[in-house]
């Protein structure tokens, strides 16, 4: 069984059996999170409607999406993964450089695939949200420009109110909004009201901010092998591409920030994003290529600020958080997408278990059950996600002696091993308990623990003896007497 999730009984994909129970959602975002949501509660067959601010519900933001298994899975049971499949180049191999030119292959992309049944995929985020809102069936209940400014609690209901004065009332809000997530703050505001310091300050301030990146989509670069990750690690510095489907490119660029850049209230500006790239364009990706080739055929890039954490309030009363509103993380360990179609998962999972038991629309008593067990279910799985991301991030840019030791010599000596750390990410994966497996679901690393995923990935063969990796670790741990981690504050000079 799932963590933390109560058996579900079965409900036909067409099922119609709590149509009847007036029970109401409002989703405020049409984000990843959002959708996903959508499409579970229209398989559920209980009403909604979807609240999103901005004119378009996939605009270009130029950032791109990863789809691995755990969120493919879902996406399969929801009979959706098909039509996304058709716009991947699934990964196969990745080549890794470091700053002083030694490089190595792993097979990792392909090993897990071949675990789980399911590729690892880049898409264009606005394309992956195209095509789910594309195939939500009745489309009268997704609404754009609605931008929520309050909510309310009334007697039996929760009152949503949008800057043009419409109003929604619903039996339960779900904010899929996004990190700077309207939902999450009448969430505290409520909550203070009846408890005073409920919420505190610190809670408010969970995440921390250390990192940006620059997001970007470009075409037709020379070489640019399909189903090929080249990656380069750099000193606060990495800088990742994937290769598309269609000559494309998706690429990342993440950078530590100088000390007077790590507050919140610094703005980010895309016109700052050309003075980065520009200085950057010598630095080699592999022997082949440089940076400048793919700043140079560039047609979409964004700069944001790489928040990271988790938030402990993400549910009050009739109110509740998912996806990026209750967490976030570098783009790194590509699980940010993944873990908010977990989140729409687990709560569709719950809420059709509580309809089925209510009998009827379940009181308010009933509802903050739910959304407690929601929170019980999803925290210990978010902070261990949030923790690899953490680290990974930090030991691909070289942050401090521990992790330049660890990422530089130990790693790449044991070659696939990301097949296996990125395994353990999807240990503990939710799925809908009340549509049916997709035919790949029945890979075998599905059915084992993380030790058990190891021994199915093929391509898990270390090419060293166990001395040198006790040499590494001896290395590593003189390291980490001498230095202190996080020693410096140093960032990314702009000037390499």
């Not at 929604?168 to 904010?175: E, F, I, P, R, T």
Request: proline content about 4%.
């Amino acid at each position: 069984m799932d963590e933390g999730t109560r058996p579900c009984a079965s409900v036909s994909k067409n099922s119609e059996s709590t149509m009847a129970k007036p029970f109401k959602v409002v989703i405020v975002g049409g984000s990843v999170s959002g959708l996903t949501l959508a499409h579970c509660l229209d398989r559920l067959g209980v009403d909604f409607e979807l609240l999103e601010r901005d004119e378009h519900i996939a605009p270009q933001l130029g950032a791109s999406l990863g789809i691995l298994p755990n969120g493919a899975r879902i996406l399969d049971q929801l009979e959706l993964f098909d039509e996304i499949e058709k716009h991947i180049e699934p990964l196969a191999f990745a080549r890794i450089r470091y700053a002083d030119g030694f490089g190595f292959e792993s097979q990792y992309p392909k090993a897990l695939h071949e675990s789980f049944g399911y590729p690892l995929s880049f898409l264009e985020r606005q394309l992956f949200l195209q095509i789910l809102y594309d195939k939500i069936p009745r489309k009268e209940r997704l609404h754009t420009n609605k931008n929520v400014v309050s909510i309310e609690f009334r007697a039996a209901s929760a009152l949503v109110k949008t800057q043009d004065h419409q109003t929604y009332m619903a039996d339960l809000v779900v904010g899929a909004d996004g990190v700077h997530s309207i939902v999450r703050s009448e969430i505290w505001r409520l909550a203070n009201e009846v408890s005073p310091k409920l919420v505190t300050e610190q809670e408010k301030s969970s995440l921390r901010l250390e990192y940006a990146c620059i997001y970007g989509i470009s075409k037709n670069i020379p070489k640019a092998t399909p189903g090929v990750q080249r990656s380069l690690l750099d000193e606060n510095l990495t800088i990742h591409l994937i290769n598309g489907k269609g000559s494309k490119v998706f690429w990342f660029l993440i950078y530590r920030l100088p000390p007077n850049q790590r507050s919140k209230t610094w703005h980010f500006r895309d016109t700052e994003a050309i003075g980065i790239c520009e200085k950057l364009t010598s630095k080699k990706i592999d022997e082949t290529l440089s940076f400048g080739d793919i700043w140079s055929r560039c047609s979409v890039y964004k700069l944001t600020p790489l928040e990271e954490g988790m938030f402990l309030r993400c549910h009050f009363g009739r109110l509740l958080c998912i996806g990026d509103a209750i967490r976030k993380m570098a783009p790194n360990i590509g699980q940010g997408a993944n873990m908010a179609i977990e989140d729409a998962a687990v709560l569709a999972n719950l809420m059709s278990l509580t309809l089925q038991e209510a009998g009827s629309a379940p009181s308010a008593s009933e509802i903050e059950l739910m959304l407690q067990e929601f929170t019980i279910n999803r925290r210990g799985r978010t902070k261990a996600i949030c923790d690899h991301s953490e680290f990974l991030v930090r030991m691909q840019a070289n942050h401090d002696i521990v992790k330049r030791v660890l990422g530089r010599y130990l790693v790449p000596l044991l070659k696939d091993v990301p097949a296996g750390l990125l395994g353990s990410t999807l240990e503990g994966a939710q799925k809908l308990n009340f549509l049916d497996l997709g035919e790949r679901a029945s890979a075998d690393g599905w059915h084992g623990s993380f030790r058990g995923s190891l021994r199915n990935l093929k391509f898990f063969q270390p090419r060293i003896n166990l001395g040198c990796i006790f040499s590494a670790l001896a290395v590593l741990l003189m390291a980490g007497f001498v230095f202190r981690q996080d020693r410096g504050n140093g960032a990314m000079k702009h000037s390499q």
